[in-house]
């Protein structure tokens, strides 16, 4: 980039539970770094953001094509196990093809890829798992996911990958992470009129604090703008191991609720899930990037500011 040239990043998926974070990080760091972000959303798009529905190839190139962007980050995806199961179409839709247009695109332009993935690309039966591992996705979520890597880096091998385990983070409803949707059954167990809340005590899972990804995020694109470009795949991690039992128990604590909870020791997911996907995250901190918030510290945060928790 020449001198007086503004770094333009396109965030492709700002309206969700990682990109929202994204924005905010990016934002909040505008007075040192003079970017000009433009953001994508899809149904939840904003007088901040472009509407953009992915499914639209023709939409995407010419959204590229006008934003010229010196990097994509693209956190749009379609991450829903059961749905991507039941729908492993949609799944591709999203996942692959609408990332292999933007890479194509990306690549006529010169612009640097930054796509999300997971760790369900792993059988978690191994870990912890280093970012050129073998990968065995056990389900339809963690295939696409893995085309998608694959589609992703064969167009452009300059391009990266981020690896990300089970997030958490500034929510806008329970849902929207597997770590907040357990808080409603943890409420409710507490009233002695209903019944034990069971959880998962099988799988390990290492929550990951939006906010702590943003920082990642954006430090990989300090790199890339000064022309120390990330390339290939890279993962990052919170560092607590817990199950969703573990989870439940802390959350519990958080809200200084007396919940009545069941260790559930065998899976029940109708969707299979792999057992411990732990993501080395050595890449990334050998380069200085990174933050870990602690876990009881984060969600604590997150239910004190969330007004109607006693309602639930
Ligand atoms: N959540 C996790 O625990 C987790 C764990 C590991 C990896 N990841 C990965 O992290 C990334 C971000 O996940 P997330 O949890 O933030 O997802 P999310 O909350 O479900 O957000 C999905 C985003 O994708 C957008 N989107 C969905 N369909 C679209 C379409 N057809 N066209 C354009 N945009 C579309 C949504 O826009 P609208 O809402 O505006 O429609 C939203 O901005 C994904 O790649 C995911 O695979 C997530």
């Not at 893995?146 to 089970?166: F, H, K, M, Q």
Request: glycine share 6%; charged share 20%.
């Amino acid at each position: 980039m020449s001198a007086g040239e503004r770094f333009t990043v396109a965030l492709i998926g700002a309206s969700g539970l990682l990109g929202r974070a994204v924005a905010n990080e990016l934002a909040s760091a505008a007075s040192t770094q003079p970017w000009r972000v433009v953001r994508t959303a899809r149904s939840r798009a904003d007088a901040a953001s472009v509407k953009l529905d992915l499914l639209d190839h023709d939409a995407v190139r010419a959204f590229l094509g006008e934003v010229a962007p010196d990097a994509i980050v693209v956190a749009a995806a379609e991450r829903r196990p059961d749905i991507c199961e039941n729908d492993p179409a949609l799944a591709r839709a999203l996942n692959v093809d609408a990332l292999n247009v933007i890479a194509t695109e990306a690549r006529a332009l010169g612009a640097w890829v930054l796509s999300i993935s997971t760790d369900y690309v792993f059988d978690g039966t191994s870990p912890p798992y280093l970012p050129d591992d073998a990968p065995a996705p056990l389900n339809a979520y963690g295939q696409s996911k893995l085309d998608g890597e694959r589609a992703l880096l064969a167009s452009d091998p300059r391009s990266c990958v981020l690896r990300l385990p089970l997030l958490y983070g500034p929510f806008t409803g329970w849902n929207e992470s597997a770590v907040t949707s357990l808080t409603p059954a943890i409420v409710k167990s507490a009233d002695a009129a209903n019944p034990p809340a069971s959880m998962d005590a099988w799988a390990t899972r290492y929550p990951t604090f939006t906010p702590d990804v943003a920082v990642v995020i954006r430090g990989m694109l300090e790199q890339h703008a000064k022309g120390a470009t990330i390339s290939g795949i890279a993962q990052w991690s919170g560092d607590e191991p817990m199950t969703k039992f573990d989870i439940a128990e802390r959350i519990a604590r958080a809200l200084n609720v007396d919940a009545k909870l069941i260790a559930q020791r065998t899976p029940t997911d109708a969707t299979p899930r792999p057992r411990d996907c732990h993501l080395d995250s050595g890449r990334l901190e050998a380069l200085g990037i990174g933050r870990r918030t602690p876990f009881d510290i984060a969600i604590g945060g997150l239910l004190a500011n969330c007004p109607d928790v006693s309602s639930q």
